[in-house]
């Protein structure tokens, strides 16, 4: 289909191995923003690209989170070390051009369990 | 310290009513607001937006109201469907980020339950 792509839909792993979450945006887009949702909260920001530079990384929550974004498109979200509070859904995001009255488009998300 | 609340987490309306979601914010920075749906195990799909210009915007049977003096915007979609019930997420933006780009503040979401 034409919208964003997350794989795998689901990942459980145990706590202390490393993770890595794939997004394929929209074609064209070049604003990618990853977030996560924990049980019961609302979407939080984790991190912002354009183009393949991340000007905005303020939301990661330790220096266990990375992403890198390759030729403007696929994005990937590695967890290091993970830890059962890293328990989440992850959510990819892309729009246009980045700018607020653009509309996020979303993926499904990657649910991941640490146990 | 939340910047953008929707305090009802549930909401249940009859098919045919009048469904009204609410949500308020606390930074006046915000310029652009924005609504989104979230059925299970699915991303967040866009509904309707408001620019901070405007106080009303329509679009089929959803209009979103904007009042900036109260910092208060809803949501309300008449009439009401069953293929309405989801969550709903209120989302703000305009606060600058490091990068000069805006990004998204969400609220935690109110589930909509529209029953036959």
């Known amino acids: 289909g034409a919208g964003v792509s997350q794989s795998p839909s689901n990942k459980v792993t145990e706590k202390g191995k490393d993770v890595e979450l794939r997004c394929d945006p929209i074609?064209?887009?070049?604003?990618l923003y990853w977030y996560r949702q924990s049980l019961g909260q609302g979407l939080e920001f984790l991190i912002y690209?354009?183009?393949?530079?991340?000007?905005?990384k303020s939301g990661l929550p330790s220096d266990r989170f990375s992403a890198e974004r390759t030729g403007g498109s696929v994005s990937t979200l590695t967890i290091q070390r993970t830890q059962q509070e890293d328990s989440a859904v992850y959510l990819c995001?892309?729009?246009?051009?980045?700018?607020?009255?653009?509309?996020?488009?979303f993926g499904d998300g990657t649910r991941l369990s640490i146990l | 310290d939340q910047q953008v609340k929707q305090n009802s987490p549930s909401l249940s309306v009859q098919e045919g009513r009048i469904s009204i979601l609410n949500c308020d914010y606390t930074?006046?920075?915000?310029?652009?607001f924005l609504w989104y749906k979230k059925y299970p195990a699915e991303g967040p799909t866009f509904l309707i937006s408001?620019?901070?210009?405007?106080d009303k915007n329509e679009d089929g049977r959803f209009t979103v109201f904007l009042n900036k003096s109260a910092k208060h915007l809803s949501l309300h979609i008449v009439p009401s469907q069953p293929g309405d019930s989801a969550v709903y997420f209120c989302?703000?933006?305009?606060?600058?980020?490091?990068?000069?780009?805006?990004?998204?503040?969400f609220g935690k979401g109110t589930m909509l339950l529209v029953s036959p």
């Open positions: 408001i620019s901070s210009i405007k």
């Open positions: 074609s064209g887009h070049t604003a």
């Open positions: 989302a703000a933006s305009g606060l600058p980020s490091n990068s000069g780009y805006s990004t998204l503040t």
């Open positions: 930074n006046s920075m915000f310029d652009y």
């Open positions: 690209f354009q183009g393949n530079s991340a000007p905005d």
């Open positions: 995001a892309s729009s246009s051009d980045g700018h607020s009255n653009q509309p996020q488009h």
